[in-house]
């Protein structure tokens, strides 16, 4: 080996070693020296809010929507994810241990707003948080007379409860730009579970794609965007009847009957079967195995198993498939036997073919006869 490989082979080994005590130092228990100074206080950010409040214009309301004012950012932590929140309940950015993208970094002019319609008025809250600890916020908009509380559970995921004496309609609206993977194999799309999987792929107006409006109604479970093997969503405990539109690159979700309270539950997470499962809510089922379901998750549960013994999955592939091959052998050896019987009795075929051309009755009788006394199944080989 040459002087050359030999720097190369011990940069790649330091560069092993930056990233993985990198990743530990940053996203392991111990939080980063950021995540520390965030934690303990209120970050006040000028944001421009323009574009917000044009898309939530885009429904064509009859009532003006208020401005929202400037954010404050408050960021909630544990030691697998950091959740960046502001003052309206917009999520800002999420930061996981399970994934090396952060959320802002995966959809391309990310966006999510909640409108609350109380009466004829429209308006995005601005709430006062009050610390409780580093996973616990307590809210309340005053103006709206909503409270609440949102709380980062030690799974990950962000549980927001509000309550108010007056009855109210939220509105969810997410925001991202069409964008594809390097090697365009999926596209950026919202995804919404109402007993089955809907999917719509985001469309750039700008680019002359289409402006279709698609609309669903029901049962809806959670809802969300789907890119490069992400899934970001809002779930809900309990189902209720929501009505949902996508126009071009927003997607809109709102409950068709007003209540005075709301809980839902904001979710990022790799779209690890297992873990996605774990999570509940029926988050699992963003992974669309489509007609193939009751084969294909037996088959992953299989090559799971082997890789936590082999910790390899070439050989957990090649386990798994002489174990499927074995499992199958009965019946790959009943179609080789009848593969083999009719190839034997071909050419008494052939002859009956030629006898009885133009009596096709009598030839499907003397066919049927010679598949009877030979013990071929013409099916069998299937």
């Not at 790649?12 to 206080?41: E, H, R």
């Not at 700008?206 to 779930?235: N, P, R």
């Not at 007003?258 to 774990?278: C, G, H, M, R, T």
């Not at 999570?279 to 992974?287: A, E, I, P, T």
Request: hydrophobic share 40%; glycine share 4%.
């Amino acid at each position: 080996m040459g002087s050359t490989d030999n720097k190369n082979a011990i940069i790649a080994v330091l560069l092993s070693g930056i990233i993985l005590f990198g990743w530990q130092y940053f996203f392991g228990v111990k939080p980063s020296q950021t995540t520390s100074n965030l934690q303990n206080k209120e970050v006040v950010v000028a944001k421009d809010t323009k574009d917000v409040s044009t898309s939530l214009k885009d429904d064509q309301t009859t009532s003006e929507i208020t401005s929202m004012p400037k954010d404050v950012q408050i960021v909630l932590t544990n030691n697998i994810v950091e959740v960046v929140l502001n003052n309206h309940l917009q999520v800002i950015d999420i930061k996981s241990l399970d994934s090396d993208i952060d959320l802002k970094n995966i959809y391309t002019k990310f966006d999510n707003t909640l409108s609350l319609k109380i009466g004829d008025k429209i308006s995005v809250p601005n709430f006062t948080f009050n610390k409780v600890d580093d996973v616990t916020y307590s809210v309340v908009d005053n103006d709206l007379a909503i409270s609440g509380l949102v709380k980062l559970d030690q799974t990950g995921t962000l549980k927001v409860s509000l309550n108010s004496n007056t009855q109210f309609v939220p509105t969810f609206s997410l925001i991202s730009k069409a964008k594809k993977m390097e090697d365009e194999t999926k596209t950026n799309n919202f995804v919404l579970y109402n007993d089955g999987l809907e999917s719509v792929v985001i469309y750039d107006k700008i680019q002359g794609e289409s402006d279709e409006v698609e609309g669903f109604e029901g049962k809806t479970e959670w809802f969300g965007l789907d890119f490069d093997y992400h899934l970001f969503a809002f779930a809900f405990d309990k189902k209720g009847i929501f009505k949902s539109e996508t126009r071009n690159n927003i997607l809109r979700v709102a409950p068709i009957e007003p209540a005075a309270n709301l809980e839902y539950n904001v979710v990022f997470i790799k779209k690890n079967y297992d873990q996605l499962k774990s999570r509940g809510y029926n988050l699992h089922k963003s992974v669309d195995f489509g007609i193939w379901a009751l084969i294909a998750v037996p088959l992953l549960r299989g090559l799971q198993y082997f890789y936590s013994w082999a910790n390899n999955y070439g050989v957990s592939i090649i386990i798994l498939t002489i174990l499927v091959r074995l499992f199958t052998f009965p019946l790959q050896y009943k179609s080789f036997k009848s593969m083999k019987k009719m190839q034997v009795i071909q050419p008494e075929l052939k002859k009956i073919k030629e006898k009885y051309k133009d009596n096709p009755q009598k030839q499907q009788q003397e066919t049927m006869a010679l598949f009877k006394k030979t013990g071929a199944n013409p099916l069998s080989g299937c």
